[in-house]
């Protein structure tokens, strides 16, 4: 079956940007970006920023936060002091919210680009780092922006990304079949807001993956370990690979925060990859 295209992409993530449709505070608001970080950190990330996702470059080297989306990562390495981050996203929307993330910070505007990934408007080697996280698998051509992201980069500069990984719970989806779905909803695992309430009527892990960021994503694609390091391997040497992003909220119940902790990195649903260009 082929994919949608890129206008199909764009025009979702124009209409939904992350966390926009789960947020209880008005969209843009200080509060809105508070609330985003604690449940990327909190939440998603059982309890810490992962010092490995930083920028391994000097802090005076320009950096690309790529699909930066409300800019959380951006916002963040800035206030660590990596003083040259730029933002660029597929939508304005994205870079809209990123921007104001800044503005509430009282932070200047970082440059600011809306790109496809796909084809890059930046010349060969203008960035040390590039940080894109959860973007790749939701664009049609994702080998392509991978070739990209290596393009833009300085020889030996490195990257940080991450995709989605078929984890052990993706794998027994899969196993479970139709079974997997009825048992999920019989423990009302879901999560609230972009439409995803209704988990049980996703009857493929495919459909779980890609209607995981709202329920008319067009394109969300998960990759065995082997599979995610294929897609980097020809641009770069892959320097650290570990698990991470284990959404406890979508359960039913809380779990003791040792399990949290354990569940995102043994279960992790994303595979973060430390790339370094070749
Ligand atoms: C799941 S969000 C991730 C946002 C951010 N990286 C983060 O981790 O918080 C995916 C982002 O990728 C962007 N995106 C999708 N396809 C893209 C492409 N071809 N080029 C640039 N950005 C893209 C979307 O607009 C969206 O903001």
């Known amino acids: ?45 059982a309890g810490s920023f992962d010092d490995r996702t930083l920028p391994r470059c000097a802090r005076d080297e320009p950096v ?11 916002l963040d390495f800035t206030r660590r002091g990596f003083s040259r981050v730029h933002i660029a996203d597929l939508t304005a929307h994205g870079l809209q919210l990123a921007t104001q993330r800044f503005a509430s910070y009282g932070l200047e505007r970082p440059p600011a680009f809306q790109v496809n990934a796909e084809r890059l408007p930046f010349a060969d080697g203008s960035f040390a780092h590039v940080n894109c996280q959860g973007v790749v698998h939701h664009t049609p051509k994702t080998e392509r922006a991978c070739q990209e992201i290596a393009r833009v980069l300085k020889p030996g500069g490195t990257a940080s990304v991450s995709v ?4 052990a719970v993706l794998r027994a989806w899969k196993l479970l079949g139709p079974g997997a779905s009825r048992l999920a909803a019989g423990l009302k695992i879901g999560l609230k ?3 995803r309430e209704d988990i049980s009527s996703y009857d493929t892990v495919e459909e779980v993956v890609r209607r995981y960021d709202g329920a008319d994503n067009p394109i969300g694609k998960s990759y065995s370990r082997r599979g995610a390091n294929d897609l980097f391997q020809p641009y770069f040497h892959v320097d650290e690979v570990y698990l991470h992003f284990f959404p406890a909220r979508a359960l039913p119940f809380p779990i003791p925060h040792a399990l949290h902790r354990l569940l995102d990195r043994r279960v992790g649903f994303l595979i973060y990859l430390n790339l370094t260009k070749r």
């Open 1 to 45: 079956m082929s994919l949608p295209e890129l206008g199909a992409v764009r025009a979702f993530w124009e209409g939904s940007p992350l966390w926009t449709g789960e947020s209880t505070h008005p969209e843009g608001s200080r509060e809105f970006f508070e609330e985003h970080r604690s449940v990327v950190i909190d939440d998603c990330l």
């Open 193 to 195: 807001g972009r439409g």
């Open 164 to 167: 989605y990984y078929r984890n």
């Open 64 to 74: 690309l936060d790529l699909g930066c989306g409300p800019g959380f990562w951006a």
